[in-house]
């Protein structure tokens, strides 16, 4: 039996995937990797996910497709995958060791019990290569360690607090049943994979080990600074999916964990959204800003005050352009520097 289906979308990866693969190979014939190549171009990805399948044949599936971005790459592994869980590693990441024996043994004995858990959460780790740093993210303050439960004890998440991909192995039938399906050809749609899910896990488990190791570090990351503020319209393009995803009633019959989180999660990334729209001065950001405003009003009205009046960006929403630029800019640059984005 798969344990875990592991999805590692690939684009021109061929300097960095080995250690991401080599790294989930400890699972052996309890997990499968699915490796993705998402049409490279400059290198050889494909031949080097093609090895890995020629040598674990029962455990590696190589695809290659044509490129349609990260989503499209997550989209098909979870169309293709056949573990219990699903699980998202990108392929300049890797895997603790320790970490992945003890959530892969905790998964085996939960199933063996015929108690498995719709959602296991983990810790992250930002890892710095240039000069060796770490910052582990975890949720012993918002989170019960170690037993289940559900989104009625899911205490306050501070500001700073989110859940990222990295943290969330999904069981596989109820992210199917969410009907998560990612935009392709767009960065940040791990937003999306992070928010739309939630409602449809009712059982959780969280395990303070620090499972996933997240390198920071390439300029051309989707997080590096600049990419952020050039891509703009890819935030505002998966704010909007985000935004559609539930309507504000919806969202107010939730548990209140899950709802405090949900309206957490839409108010964390509006605020990254104005951040980097707002980084650089222009009429056509400031045309899609507008169009966002109007998007959310159209589409829910109560979701829309909600956001706008009562979010953490109700301190910018009615200050110059300018104003807006610095403010938000501060708020970034001591997030960065405390996790050491790029």
Not at 45 to 63: C, F, G, M
Not at 283 to 312: G, I, P, V
Request: charged share 25%; with cysteine.
């Amino acid at each position: 039996m798969k344990y875990i289906s592991f999805t590692v979308p690939c684009y021109n990866s061929a300097s960095y995937m080995k250690k991401c693969i080599d790294s989930l190979l400890f699972g052996g014939e309890d997990v499968e990797i699915i490796i993705v190549d998402d049409g490279s171009t400059k290198d050889n990805t494909w031949e080097i996910a093609k090895s890995y399948q020629d040598l674990y044949p029962t455990i590696v599936k190589a695809v290659h497709k044509s490129n349609g971005g990260h989503g499209s790459g997550v989209n098909l592994g979870m169309a293709i995958s056949e573990g219990l869980y699903f699980k998202v590693v990108d392929s300049d990441d890797w895997v603790n060791i320790d970490a992945y024996k003890t959530l892969l043994d905790k998964i085996k004995e939960h199933h063996l019990a015929q108690v498995s858990p719709d959602l296991y959460i983990v810790n992250y780790t930002y890892e710095h290569v240039e000069d060796n740093t770490q910052f582990t993210c975890r949720y012993v303050k918002q989170l019960p360690v170690n037993e289940f439960f559900g989104w009625k004890r899911v205490k306050t998440f501070r500001r700073s607090a989110f859940m990222m991909m990295h943290a969330l192995v999904y069981k596989k039938d109820k992210l199917i049943a969410s009907r998560t399906i990612l935009p392709e050809n767009t960065f940040y749609v791990d937003n999306i994979f992070t928010f739309r899910p939630l409602p449809f896990m009712k059982s959780i488990y969280y395990m303070d080990i620090d499972f996933y190791r997240y390198f920071i570090g390439r300029p051309d990351q989707s997080i590096n600074i600049k990419n952020f503020v050039e891509r703009y319209d890819q935030q505002i393009l998966v704010m909007k999916r985000m935004l559609s995803s539930y309507r504000y009633e919806e969202l107010m019959q939730f548990d209140n964990g899950l709802r405090r989180y949900m309206f957490h999660c839409l108010a964390v990334i509006l605020l990254n959204t104005l951040l980097f729209t707002t980084a650089k001065k222009s009429q056509e950001r400031k045309n899609a800003l507008t169009e966002l405003w109007a998007f959310m009003k159209s589409f829910d009205l109560k979701l829309y005050k909600k956001l706008k009046h009562r979010s953490y960006s109700i301190f910018v929403n009615y200050l110059p352009w300018s104003l807006k630029k610095q403010v938000l800019m501060i708020g970034y640059i001591i997030v960065r520097d405390k996790i050491k984005l790029g």
